[in-house]
């Protein structure tokens, strides 16, 4: 049970991380961003991001529960 705890607490930390990263405009990976939303303000980029922005939500989410539980486990 811990190492199932501990790989989802990896796998929360990365998907926060690269959502994250994905979300800033000038960062290191938000650059694609408009290339993929084709660089109009007003369309899919936007829902992009509003995705982008319930990833990092979700797994900063599991990455509190799963920390706060995994010392208790054995």
Sequence with gaps: MRTFLII?????WIAF???VLLMSPKGWLGLGIGWMAGGNEYGSK???ENKLKKVALASGIVFLVVSLIL????
């Design 8 to 12: 989802i607490l990896i796998a929360s």
């Design 17 to 19: 991380i690269g959502s």
């Design 46 to 48: 936007k829902t992009l």
């Design 71 to 74: 010392p208790y486990t054995k």
